[in-house]
């Protein structure tokens, strides 16, 4: 059974940073794309990173470009997220996933297969 387990969600201020991680178990970690995803208050689900593994450079939507920096220790099977630069309308649920590798763009939601349970992170003074 794969699971993938989010944590490090927290309330902080902004220009404060959290470091998300995701525990993955039941795959082949090397495998898969990683990725975040995150739903903001009363918005749909949206890509925020990938990391294809080794070789590979990572992706990012616009608005974290500079701020936000997705790794993965394939040896721990986990994924992780560094948020610096905290905004508030960096609050949301955050979500890791985990995708089969393709030459395709791996940016759409439908390309992953699982999924964890979210964390949330809010950015407030």
């Known amino acids: 059974q794969v699971q993938l387990v989010e944590s490090g969600g927290a309330l902080v201020q902004p220009g404060g940073s959290l470091r998300l991680s995701c525990a993955t178990s039941?795959?082949?970690?090397?495998?898969?794309?990683m990725a975040w995803f995150r739903q903001r208050p009363g918005n749909t689900r949206e890509f925020v990173a990938h990391?294809?593994?080794?070789?590979?450079?990572?992706y990012y939507r616009d608005s974290v470009k500079g701020r936000f920096t997705i790794s993965r220790d394939d040896a721990k099977n986990t994924a992780y997220l560094q948020m610096n630069g905290l905004k508030p309308e960096d609050t949301a649920v955050y979500y890791c996933?985990?995708?089969?590798?393709?030459?395709?763009?791996?940016?759409?939601?439908?390309?992953?297969?699982?999924w964890g349970q979210g964390t949330q992170v809010t950015v407030s003074s």
């Open positions: 039941g795959l082949t970690f090397e495998d898969f794309v």
């Open positions: 996933a985990a995708g089969k590798r393709t030459t395709a763009s791996m940016i759409p939601s439908e390309k992953y297969e699982y």
């Open positions: 990391a294809r593994g080794t070789g590979y450079y990572p």
